[in-house]
């Protein structure tokens, strides 16, 4: 990968696919159907580890950017979407630059992983109790599903990531 315009233009195909990723969209837990699982910032990663963490985050922001345009019209949910992706993506790839072997890869996933359930249960007890005109103690009571669900999310992009990232990476190097 040399050229800018070449990455510049992988960048914007990234992108469209993730919006296009994005409308496959489905709800983990029923008790929480607002959170909705969906694989795009899979596409965001990628381009996080390939190129780096300001290219992964431009690509999140496309995306919902997109998204928002085209389906979604709720700043709200758009805002999470990317606050939970920042906040899985930044640690994840900087963890992986640090060191680039797949133990620390994997501990970065694991990391990722706890600082997004951490940083969106916190936004979630802000955020839920205005978003649904609920009380604080009724929140609380979605925290463990809140929780769970940025786990789990971000548990199957870390699966997915780490399965095809060098195989996508070879695409780049030639
Ligand atoms: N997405 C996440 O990945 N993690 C979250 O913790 C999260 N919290 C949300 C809270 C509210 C009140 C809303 C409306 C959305 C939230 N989202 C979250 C985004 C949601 O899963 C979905 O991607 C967007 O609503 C776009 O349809």
Same mark, same amino acid.
Request: avoid cysteine; aromatic fraction near 12%.
């Given at each position: 990968?040399?050229?800018?315009?070449?990455?510049?233009?992988?960048?914007?195909?990234?992108?469209?696919?993730?919006?296009?990723?994005?409308?496959?969209?489905?709800?983990?837990?029923?008790?929480?159907?607002?959170?909705?699982?969906?694989?795009?910032? %899979?596409?965001? +990663?990628?381009?996080?580890?390939?190129?780096?963490? *300001?290219? @992964? $985050?431009?690509? #999140? !922001?496309?995306?919902?950017?997109?998204?928002?345009?085209?389906?979604?019209?709720?700043?709200?949910?758009?805002?999470?979407?990317?606050?939970?992706?920042?906040?899985?993506?930044?640690?994840?790839?900087?963890?992986?630059?640090?060191?680039?072997?797949?133990? %620390?890869?994997? +501990?970065?996933?694991?990391?990722?992983?706890?600082? *997004?359930? @951490? $940083?969106?249960? #916190? !936004?979630?007890?802000?955020?839920?109790?205005?978003?649904?005109?609920?009380?604080?103690?009724?929140?609380?009571?979605?925290?463990?599903?809140?929780?769970?669900?940025?786990?789990?999310?971000?548990?199957?992009?870390?699966?997915?990531?780490?399965?095809?990232?060098?195989?996508?990476?070879?695409?780049?190097?030639?």
């Amino acid at each position: 990968m040399k050229k800018t315009t070449t990455k510049i233009a992988t960048i914007g195909i990234m992108s469209a696919l993730a919006t296009g990723l994005m409308f496959l969209e489905f709800p983990i837990f029923p008790s929480v159907g607002f959170l909705k699982y969906d694989p795009s910032d %899979v596409l965001a +990663i990628l381009a996080g580890f390939i190129f780096g963490p *300001v290219d @992964g $985050v431009i690509i #999140l !922001l496309i995306k919902n950017l997109l998204f928002y345009l085209l389906k979604s019209g709720d700043i709200v949910g758009i805002a999470m979407n990317f606050a939970a992706g920042v906040s899985y993506l930044l640690p994840t790839v900087l963890i992986y630059r640090w060191r680039k072997n797949r133990v %620390v890869e994997i +501990i970065g996933y694991i990391v990722g992983v706890i600082v *997004v359930s @951490g $940083v969106m249960v #916190l !936004l979630n007890m802000i955020v839920v109790p205005k978003y649904w005109k609920i009380s604080f103690e009724e929140t609380l009571k979605f925290l463990p599903w809140i929780a769970g669900f940025n786990a789990i999310k971000f548990s199957i992009d870390s699966l997915i990531n780490g399965l095809i990232r060098k195989r996508i990476e070879k695409i780049f190097e030639s």
